[in-house]
């Protein structure tokens, strides 16, 4: 039997479809790193998140679909490099998921290439990709679309916890 894996541009009615998948992911990058979800995921409420990334003019979010049925998304955005690169942007894959069921059929490479195509049609020609250490199977999702590491970010708590839970241990400064 014949599957159609297609990404499309995914707009304010998908929404839905986007929180329920990123939930998802958000509990398989907790289980990976509890940093995630306070510093690399959505900020809440994610469904805000998610419509002010689908305004947004240097956003790209597609949704990954097999006969129709969204199962997978990623998220792309355009930033300027430092300012000696002047008018030099680079495209960033900041998330992408795909469902379980759903992973290695193809999803996740044409979502991957649909938004590198639609950035390369708006002149971008460099392209990073959000990877979170140990995450061997998006490292190498990423590494077969031609991606090499440049930067590996460090992370130390001094939290008991490993940061699992900063807002009890955050305490604003006092008012003067």
Known sequence: M????TARPADAADVVFLVDLYRKLETEMSAIHP??????????????????WLRDVDTRVYLGEIDGYPLGFILGLSRTLLV???GVRVAAIRMVFVEQEARGVGV?????????????RTGHQLFDAHVLPGH???????EAGGFAA??????????????RRIRAHYRPPAES
Do not use: Q, Y
Request: aromatic content about 8%; proline content about 3%; glycine content about 8%.
């Open 2 to 5: 014949d599957i159609s894996v």
């Open 35 to 52: 940093m995630w979800p306070r510093a690399d995921g959505l900020d809440e409420p994610v469904e805000e998140s998610f419509r002010a």
């Open 84 to 86: 000696h690169e002047a």
């Open 108 to 120: 996740g490479e044409v979502m991957r290439d649909t938004l590198m195509e639609e950035f390369r």
């Open 136 to 142: 061997r199977l998006a490292k190498n999702f990423f």
């Open 150 to 163: 440049r930067s590996i970010t460090m992370h130390h708590s001094d939290l008991g916890d490993g940061g």
